[in-house]
């Protein structure tokens, strides 16, 4: 499981290591990382230009004592330095004796465009609100740059907590961050900005509990389902499929699509597009009554391509076993009856369905998806899983969020979100829970999306043709294959 800490867990983390170490030993620690990265991105140390971006704190302390292990290895190093008063002592000291040079912010746009390496020490952790104006105006340096640009410890200008980024802020082919991930790197339209992602053990003991877990291979085996000798179709759990209509049936034969390939024995479907999905798949139990009537199943999925068919929403809101509400059903899903639910319930809106439900622009969703995952899990008392360029699925009651870092922008097609909610309907009634279900469904359907793709556009039926494909991939990292 890769994790995230908050800043305040970081700093407690700190504040306790350094307690036991010499003076400057973390600083040392991380410097050291910083500088081996940076060699290695350069190749040839020796005679490169390198410009440091300074700011008044520590991140510009870790920038100076890097600068001069790169100096000391022949670089040219120049020192920009934002508050040249409140600049690190010990690291300008250092830079100066490995033979670095100073400049001030007048010079750093001929100095960047020069540069071979640019390395951002303008803030990190202690970074608070947008970029201040001459921070700014560095910032927006770095993404003219041709110079390769590495960020110290979090791109500046991005939030650490949250991965929002309001105004200008440091886009970086590489972060080397420091004793483990902040949210923010894991989060778009942060993410975005940290480039790749090297993180620099430098020591620091940890809680248990993340503010923020990405699922990884190994964990994704642990947790998918395997038929045992004594299973059977019901053993292993059916999953039922209310969706579809008249003018969509193809969200019910994509939904049917995804549920088939997530573990569930047998998926029986209801609505009125039984006989495209049974054209498609004639291994779909079809029933022609309500969910209700339609047989025993283990969870449901409805909403997707449902239109305005309220009743069969609240029909399977009333059902006791897991429902995901998808598509038109969260539209159509009433919120105390999901709040008053016993049995668990997991919603998967897009940023534009989770802005409706919550009354704000979609663009305010995009820029802050913690907040908003967040709000609507505890808003309906439900799981919430929230699609796009980085997925994240929140519980009711808190805990870490999972993000899920496996998708590509080429999932961006239509019906992919129908396979995705069929895909962890599935796996919902083969007893994952509403998180679990929701974050290795995410997981799979964005590898899913790789496969398919491939590097060039895929439809949403090729998406789902890549599930098993990107389940043995997964349960590759298993002990045991079944
Ligand atoms: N502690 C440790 O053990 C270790 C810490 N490490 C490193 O320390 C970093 C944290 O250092 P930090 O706490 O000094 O904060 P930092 O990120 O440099 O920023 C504070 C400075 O920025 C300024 N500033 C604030 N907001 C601003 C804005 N919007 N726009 C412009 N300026 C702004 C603020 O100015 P002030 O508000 O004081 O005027 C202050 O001077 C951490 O990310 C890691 O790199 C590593 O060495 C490992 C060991
Ligand atoms: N930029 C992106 N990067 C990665 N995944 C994306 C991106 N945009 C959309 N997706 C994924 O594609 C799927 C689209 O679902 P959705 O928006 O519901 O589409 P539809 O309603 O057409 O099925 C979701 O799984 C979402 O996470
Ligand atoms: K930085």
Not at 365 to 393: I, P, Q
Request: net charge neutral; aromatic share 2%.
């Amino acid at each position: 499981m890769r994790t995230a800490y908050s800043v305040e867990t970081v700093r407690t983390a700190e504040r306790s290591l350094m307690a036991r170490l010499p003076e400057g030993a973390l600083m040392q620690r991380a410097a050291a990382g910083l500088a081996a990265a940076c060699a290695q991105l350069l190749g040839r140390v020796y005679g490169s230009r390198v410009v440091l971006l300074v700011g008044s704190g520590d991140n510009g302390g870790d920038a100076l004592y890097a600068g001069a292990r790169l100096a000391r290895r022949g670089a040219g190093v120049t020192a920009v330095l934002l508050a040249p008063d409140r600049t690190h002592p010990g690291g300008l000291a250092a830079l100066r004796r490995a033979g670095g040079s100073v400049a001030g912010v007048g010079e750093a746009e001929e100095l960047v465009q020069r540069a071979d390496l640019v390395v951002d020490g303008i803030v990190g952790i202690g970074g608070k609100g947008g970029l201040r104006p001459d921070a700014a105006r560095l910032a927006a340096l770095s993404e003219t740059s041709r110079a390769i640009v590495v960020a110290v410890d979090l791109p500046s200008g991005v939030e650490a907590d949250s991965g929002e980024v309001r105004g200008a802020a440091v886009r970086a082919d590489l972060t080397v961050t420091f004793g483990t991930h902040k949210p923010g790197l894991l989060i778009d339209p942060a993410r975005e900005h940290a480039g790749s992602v090297r993180l620099v053990d430098i020591g620091l003991e940890l809680p248990e509990k993340a503010d923020l877990e990405a699922l990884q291979h190994a964990d994704v085996a642990a947790l998918l389902p395997a038929p045992a000798a004594e299973s059977d179709k019901y053993r292993r759990g059916v999953v039922g499929i209310a969706a579809g209509s008249a003018r969509y049936p193809g969200a019910a034969v994509l939904a049917v699509a995804g549920a088939l390939r997530g573990g569930a024995g047998a998926v029986r479907y209801v609505g009125p597009a039984g006989s495209a999905v049974i054209a498609r798949f004639p291994e779909t139990l079809v029933s022609d009554r309500g969910p209700a009537k339609a047989g025993r199943v283990q969870a449901w999925v409805v909403g997707p391509g449902a239109g305005d068919d309220a009743a069969t929403v609240a029909e399977v809101l009333e059902a006791d076993v897991p429902v995901l509400v998808d598509a038109d059903g969260l539209r159509l899903a009433d919120r105390e009856t999901v709040r008053g639910r016993t049995a668990p319930t997991l919603m998967t809106p897009h940023a534009g369905e989770a802005a409706a439900l919550l009354g704000v622009s979609r663009e305010e969703v995009e820029g802050a998806r913690l907040t908003a995952v967040r709000e609507l899990a505890a808003r309906y008392g439900a799981t919430v899983l929230l699609k796009g360029s980085t997925t994240l699925v929140a519980d009711p009651g808190g805990g870490p969020v999972r993000v899920n870092a496996t998708g590509t922008p080429w999932l961006a097609t239509a019906g992919s979100g129908d396979v995705l909610s069929g895909l962890a309907g599935s796996l919902l009634a083969a007893r994952l829970s509403t998180r679990d279900a929701g974050s290795v469904a995410a997981y799979l359907h964005g590898l899913a999306g790789r496969y398919a793709a491939n590097g060039a556009p895929a439809g949403a039926h090729d998406v789902a043709n890549a599930i098993p494909q990107a389940w043995r991939d997964a349960r590759g990292a298993a002990s045991v294959r079944g």
